[in-house]
């Protein structure tokens, strides 16, 4: 069973910063990564997919790249705002249709 | 609709109530699938439908759960007989198939069994 792991569980920064969360998965046969963010009592809010034939996808101050052969892929949100506080999520689907989530990295950007 | 809509947006059960939590898709998206999220967790699958097609329940927790979309669109995840342990927020989520099958989620339903 694909096994996916999210660090650090935790995240504070002040607001500018640049910063890399981390993701993690055991089965490299994947069909393809998405990374969302989670508000408190909201449902998922998509950011990036990325297909298992790339290596990294853009949007605004979000960049994602995928390693497929070492099962890593890293979301990197450039000058922070506290705007961004939220905890994001990365998911792995296999060549099923089964998705697979890490627990998710909190990140709270401080004024 | 705009988005996947999901009702009720809270729910709360004494134990050994039947529930059913409803979801609508975006409308025309084939695939629908429903995840438990328990607090402080990532989703966790429970099942996935393609049209009315349930290609997949292996992530349903137990017989008590039970899952339909008998016209391809709208979709009720059924609960029987719940437990304390079935509280969590259940979401629902939606993709067109093609290249990007990115999914949509709704805001999710949170039961709480008391």
């Known amino acids: 069973k694909q096994e996916v792991t999210q660090i650090p569980a935790a995240l504070s920064v002040p607001e500018g910063e640049n910063l890399v969360l981390n993701c993690s998965f055991t089965?490299?046969?994947?069909?393809?990564l998405q990374w969302f963010r989670q508000d408190p009592g909201k449902g998922l809010t998509s950011l990036l997919l990325?297909?298992?034939?790339?290596r990294e996808q853009t949007s605004g101050r979000l960049n994602a790249s995928l390693d497929k052969s070492s099962g890593r892929s890293t979301l990197y949100i450039a000058a922070s705002q506290p705007g961004d506080s939220a905890t994001y999520l990365c998911?792995?689907?296999?060549?099923?249709?089964?998705?697979?989530f890490g627990t998710g990295t909190s990140l709270t950007v401080i004024p | 609709g705009a988005g996947v809509s999901q009702s009720p947006r809270y729910k709360v059960a004494k134990r050994g109530q039947d529930v059913a939590l409803r979801c609508d898709p975006i409308?025309?998206?084939?695939?629908l699938f429903w995840y438990q999220q328990a607090l402080g967790q990532g989703p966790e699958f429970l099942t996935y439908?393609?049209?009315?097609?349930?290609?997949?329940k292996s992530g349903l927790p137990s017989d008590r759960f039970f899952a339909e979309r008998p016209e391809g669109s709208v979709s009720t995840l059924k609960i029987q007989r719940t437990q304390q342990e079935d509280s969590a927020v259940y979401l629902c989520?939606?993709?067109?198939?093609?290249?990007?099958?990115?999914?949509?989620f709704g805001p999710g339903t949170r039961l709480t069994v008391l």
């Open positions: 990325i297909q298992s034939s790339q």
């Open positions: 409308s025309g998206h084939v695939s």
């Open positions: 089965d490299s046969a994947i069909y393809n």
């Open positions: 439908f393609q049209n009315e097609a349930q290609l997949d």
């Open positions: 998911a792995v689907r296999d060549t099923g249709n089964q998705f697979y």
């Open positions: 989520a939606s993709s067109f198939p093609g290249l990007a099958n990115e999914q949509f």
